[in-house]
């Protein structure tokens, strides 16, 4: 079983910066995939980005690249999504999700319970 907990949600200006944490528990779940996803109210969830158990590959969706990077350490089963560049429209509920295989934007068996992130303009 693999339990996930996100932190570092906040209200931030546009053009700020904000770090999210996903702390993880599970005897494998260093060998996971992680993703981060998120879901603004009215919208469907989306993937935002995801990074191979080993840290070695990582995959954006087009709307973060460039702005967002995920990263891992596997010593201390932590997950981090660095957000920078923020605007408006990355408000939204922000989850950890994990998986065995690939690093892929889809296919998450785990989820965290989310932290919010507001952008205020």
């Known amino acids: 079983q693999v339990m996930l907990r996100e932190s570092g949600g906040g209200l931030v200006q546009a053009g700020g910066s904000l770090r999210l944490s996903c702390a993880a528990s599970?005897?494998?779940?260093?060998?996971?995939?992680m993703g981060w996803f998120r879901q603004a109210p009215g919208k469907e969830r989306e993937f935002v980005a995801a990074?191979?158990?080993?840290?070695?590959?990582?995959i954006y969706a087009d709307s973060v690249s460039g702005r967002f990077s995920i990263s891992r350490d596997n010593s201390k089963k932590t997950v981090f999504l660095q957000m920078n560049s923020l605007k408006p429209e990355d408000t939204a509920n922000y989850y950890c999700?994990?998986?065995?295989?690939?690093?892929?934007?889809?296919?998450?068996?785990?989820w965290g319970q989310g932290t919010q992130v507001t952008v205020s303009s």
């Open positions: 999700a994990a998986r065995a295989g690939e690093a892929t934007p889809s296919g998450y068996s785990y």
């Open positions: 599970g005897r494998f779940v260093i060998s996971y995939a």
């Open positions: 990074i191979s158990w080993e840290g070695d590959s990582t």
